[in-house]
Nanobody, 122 residues
Framework: QVQLVESGGGSVQAGGSLRLSCVASEFPYKEYCMGWSRQAPGKEREGVAAIDSDGNTRYADSVKGRFTISKDNAKNTLYLQMNSLKPEDTAMYYC????????????????WGQGTQVTVSS
């Protein structure tokens, strides 16, 4: 089972940017769909972004045009660049994976890291 460790969270004012990173213990990118989920207080966890083995990406409507997911297979690392942050982006962000022959089925994952907190103030 892949182990995922996130970093890069913090506090920022609205309109600011943060870059999250996730190091995976193994990164057989041809086998996994990788991505990010988030969970705000009192809300269910939701998928934010995903990237498949070919590098194709997909995003939740709420973050399209503001967030960018990318990966570096050589470094076993996944990234989430978050720009134009809004207070409603405040949440615990989780690196996520799904073993699915590298195909992403929506923003659905089966494994998550411990999370990194992102707080956006107005």
């Amino acid at each position: 089972q892949v182990q995922l460790v996130e970093s890069g969270g913090g506090s920022v004012q609205a309109g600011g940017s943060l870059r999250l990173s996730c190091v995976a213990s193994e990164f057989p990118y041809k086998e996994y769909c990788m991505g990010w989920s988030r969970q705000a207080p009192g809300k269910e966890r939701e998928g934010v972004a995903a990237i498949d083995s070919d590098g194709n990406t997909r995003y939740a409507d709420s973050v399209k045009g503001r967030f960018t997911i990318s990966k570096d297979n050589a470094k076993n690392t996944l990234y989430l660049q978050m720009n134009s942050l809004k207070p409603e982006d405040t949440a615990m962000y989780y690196c996520a994976a799904r073993r699915s022959s590298g195909i992403c089925y929506g923003l659905i994952f089966g494994y998550w890291g411990q999370g990194t907190q992102v707080t956006v103030s107005s």
